[in-house]
Nanobody
Framework: QVQLRESGGGSVQARGSLRLSCAVS????????VAWVRQRPGQEREGIAY???????DVADTVMGRFTISKDDAENIVYLQMNSLRPEDTAMYYC?????????????????WGQGTQVTVSS
């Protein structure tokens, strides 16, 4: 059974940093694409970064230059390093995984999802 578990969220002041972790069990990262998705209050889900089995990454324009995605295949963990946080980054952050799809747009295709971790950025 594939499970994704996010951690690392919390409250931080603007311009601060957080690192989110997505621990994957039941599946090897080397076989999957994993994305970070966020949902801001009152808004739809937004794909913000993904990393594929070949360590190819993509980051949404809204966080480019501030957020970095990486992974540790040995530990089966995907990270999202978030720097220069802004109040508009306040959201629930989820990781999602799929064997075939890898992208930021068609989020409904991702097969597995975690429960999410809350990030709150105050001004």
């Amino acid at each position: 059974q594939v499970q994704l578990r996010e951690s690392g969220g919390g409250s931080v002041q603007a311009r601060g940093s957080l690192r989110l972790s997505c621990a994957v069990s039941g599946w090897r990262l080397s076989d999957a694409c994993v994305a970070w998705v966020r949902q801001r209050p009152g808004q739809e889900r937004e794909g913000i970064a993904y990393i594929n089995r070949d360590i190819r990454t993509d980051v949404a324009d809204t966080v480019m230059g501030r957020f970095t995605i990486s992974k540790d295949d040995a530990e089966n963990i995907v990270y999202l390093q978030m720097n220069s946080l802004r109040p508009e980054d306040t959201a629930m952050y989820y990781c999602a995984a799929d064997r075939g799809y890898c992208g930021l747009n068609y989020l409904h295709i991702y097969t597995y999802w975690g429960q999410g971790t809350q990030v709150t950025v105050s001004s």
